[in-house]
């Protein structure tokens, strides 16, 4: 449990980055999305940052939309002070040959690109580079979406945990995310602010802690990385890497996950929905937004540190070339002497399948896209588990 009376404070650098609106060239979605990138910056420019803190807010932002810088300054000379300070526009370039994304990958390859594997690291370096950190004890690096809400004393409470983190693992470079949020639904007539325990770690709401001894390993921390699911099989994954994981559980809600019609991932999410406190509505966003920047902030008196339980994991990704990778941890959540079988199907049609066997992985080639891949687990003869993913393109 966090008590932060009790803790060590370590001299942090608070480094957040966003991406906005990346790879998208239609001029009515980005011009909805600055609305909402503004409404973001507002609740950011509250925020309350500890005095051993200081704090650097990174927008990257293409060259082709540098016709919004003015819009996009003007909204960062309205955050306060110590927040404003802080705040930066860095352009970029995309390559002139593009992304190279297929048409039929995963909507935020084709959107968000910069949050990819490796271009992110480079995105961050070259923002970066001309960065002294010579003065910090330690790095906090969080990545952020570009249309969530904070309330005041989101920046504070990552801050407490951090201090946690430093104290409890010293020398060890860790990720944290938060279990607690909140959920804003906007519809035609009303915006509803719903207090949930959820269990996918959203941008905004996780972050990894570097101590200054791993400085020069800071690019390959970010924390698009930190997987949304943080549990048991996430925290093994991790310890393998050197890193430590965990979930701050029962922590103030100081984030709202703004889920809209026109969001790019699909708008219900009450199947991460673990548990729900209060209810709040509000005519519209801006409501919403003036709201929680005046809330009081709260310190965290009752955080506990603590994975969520291990569950049957099954994932699927197909590569440009077709080939579809497999993988689960069978042998980690159900022990020795359970065999898996696994079909994979485009829409009723079963394409290919593996027999029952004790491997926990699988490699299928030559491959449409569209294709979903069903598991069941067997013991003693008897299937014990079912599970079915869509295959990510």
């Given amino acids: 449990m966090i008590g932060d009376h009790e803790l060590a404070h370590t001299?942090?650098?608070?480094?957040?980055?966003?991406v906005f609106c990346d790879a998208e060239s239609d001029p009515a979605?980005?011009?909805r999305y600055l609305q909402r990138f503004v409404l973001t910056l507002a609740t950011l420019g509250k925020q309350v940052i500890p005095q051993d803190t200081d704090l650097r807010l990174t927008i990257n932002l293409s060259r082709d939309k540098c016709t919004l810088v003015p819009r996009i300054t003007e909204a960062i000379r309205r955050m306060d002070p110590e927040i404003r300070y802080g705040s930066r526009i860095?352009?970029?370039?995309?390559?002139?040959?593009?992304?190279?994304?297929?048409?039929?990958?995963?909507?935020?390859?084709?959107?968000?690109?910069?949050?990819?594997?490796?271009?992110?690291?480079?995105l961050f370096s070259e923002a970066s580079s001309t960065e002294q950190w010579d003065e910090y004890q330690a790095m906090i690096r969080i990545s952020m979406d570009d249309d969530d809400l904070y309330f005041p004393g989101h920046l504070k409470q990552i801050c407490t945990v951090a201090d946690t983190l430093l104290n409890s693992y010293p020398g060890s470079v860790c990720a944290a995310g938060f279990y607690r949020q909140n959920l804003g639904?906007?519809?035609?007539?009303?915006?509803?602010?719903?207090?949930?325990?959820?269990?996918?770690?959203?941008?905004?709401?996780?972050?990894?802690?570097?101590?200054?001894?791993?400085f020069q390993d800071a690019t390959?921390?970010?924390?698009?990385?930190?997987?949304?699911?943080?549990?048991?099989?996430?925290?093994?994954?991790?310890?393998?890497?050197?890193?430590?994981?965990?979930?701050?559980?029962?922590?103030?809600?100081?984030?709202?996950?703004m889920r809209r019609a026109s969001n790019l991932s699909r708008q219900s999410k009450a199947e991460y929905i673990d548990a729900t406190y209060a209810e709040r509505v509000f005519a519209t966003e801006d409501d919403l937004a003036r709201y929680m920047s005046s809330a009081p902030v709260t310190d965290p008196s009752n955080t506990i540190l603590a994975a969520l339980p291990r569950k049957f994991r099954l994932s699927a990704s197909?590569?440009?070339?077709?080939?579809?990778?497999?993988?689960?941890?069978?042998?980690?959540?159900?022990?020795?002497?359970?065999?898996?079988?696994?079909?994979?199907?485009?829409?009723?049609e079963r394409l290919d399948m593996r027999w029952y066997s004790e491997n926990q992985d699988a490699v299928f080639d030559n491959?449409?896209?569209?294709?979903?891949?069903?598991?069941?687990?067997?013991?003693?003869?008897?299937?014990?588990?079912?599970?079915?993913?869509?295959?990510?393109d």
């Fill in 11 to 18: 001299t942090k650098l608070l480094w957040i980055d966003t």
């Fill in 29 to 31: 979605v980005i011009e």
């Fill in 90 to 122: 860095h352009v970029y370039d995309h390559p002139a040959a593009g992304y190279g994304v297929p048409s039929s990958a995963h909507i935020d390859k084709i959107k968000n690109p910069n949050k990819q594997p490796g271009r992110r690291e480079a």
């Fill in 185 to 214: 639904t906007v519809t035609s007539h009303s915006v509803t602010l719903t207090t949930v325990d959820f269990n996918r770690v959203i941008p905004g709401n996780k972050f990894y802690v570097i101590p200054s001894d791993h």
């Fill in 220 to 257: 390959a921390y970010s924390p698009w990385g930190i997987p949304e699911l943080i549990d048991e099989d996430a925290v093994d994954r991790f310890g393998q890497r050197g890193v430590v994981l965990t979930l701050a559980r029962a922590n103030e809600p100081t984030f709202v996950y």
């Fill in 318 to 348: 197909r590569s440009a070339n077709g080939r579809v990778s497999v993988s689960t941890n069978l042998k980690a959540m159900f022990g020795p002497d359970h065999q898996m079988a696994l079909y994979l199907m485009l829409g009723t």
């Fill in 367 to 392: 491959i449409p896209s569209g294709c979903s891949v069903r598991a069941f687990v067997r013991h003693g003869g008897e299937i014990i588990s079912r599970k079915v993913v869509r295959v990510f």
